[in-house]
T-cell receptor
């Protein structure tokens, strides 16, 4: 079973910030929080990951709570092309251990 | 830099046949992992290879196998195909597969079993 809980779907208006929550209350101390997204029938795309600190890159920001039991992915200015299924994953992430994908959040950007 | 390349992109097989799927990782990446995606089960980890050695395997029957060549290219094979094997098979590469790294996925091979 996936170790994360995400809302099944969310809507966001184009141009606004999209905030996607994720609960991971059983995360271990050495596990990362990863976010990937999958646009219809394409391969998943890496977005961002973090261990303890908040992270930002050109695509998004990741906010991890101090107790690490939850996190939020922020897309600062959502566009229609951001419509996708977003997966929050906890684990080592590197590939050797395999990623455990849950059902993710289907984010729909409304024009 | 070319991305992860998977071939073929689409294929149709019948029950009982076998299939081989190919994955060329990003140049310099030595870790290749495979995933199966179905509407019912979602994305599931099949196995991971590094330097021609399988390091980890998911919970799939022995009909699913793979290998990696010295140039890091990988193949996966499914024997005695069943209807339930119809899925999108995704390959992902990373430089070493170490913790804290990101995976780069290909576009997948969509297998239909009739």
């Amino acid at each position: 079973d996936a170790k994360t809980t995400q809302p099944p779907s969310m809507d966001c208006a184009e141009g606004r910030a999209a905030n996607l929550p994720c609960n991971h209350s059983t995360i271990s101390g050495n596990e990362y929080v990863y976010w990937y997204r999958q646009i219809h029938s394409q391969g998943p795309q890496y977005i961002i990951h973090g261990l303890k600190n908040n992270e930002t890159n050109e695509m998004a920001s990741l906010i991890i709570t101090e107790d690490r039991k939850s996190s939020t992915l922020i897309l600062p200015h959502a566009t229609l092309r951001d419509t996708a299924v977003y997966y929050c994953i906890v684990g080592s992430g590197g590939g050797a251990d395999g990623l455990t994908f849950g059902k993710g959040t289907h984010l729909i950007i409304q024009p | 830099k070319a991305g992860v390349t998977q071939t073929p992109r689409y294929l149709i097989k019948t029950r009982g046949q076998q299939v081989t799927l190919s994955c060329s990782p990003i140049s310099g990446h030595r870790s290749v992992s495979w995933y199966q995606q179905t509407p019912g089960q979602g994305l599931q980890f099949l196995f991971e290879y590094f330097s021609e050695t399988q390091r980890n395997k998911g919970n799939f029957p022995g009909r699913f196998s793979g290998r990696q060549f010295s140039n890091s290219r990988s193949e996966m094979n499914v024997s005695t195909l069943e209807l339930g094997d119809s899925a999108l098979y995704l390959c992902a590469s990373s430089p070493s597969g170490r913790a804290g790294g990101e995976l780069f996925f290909g576009e997948g091979s969509r297998l239909t079993v009739l």
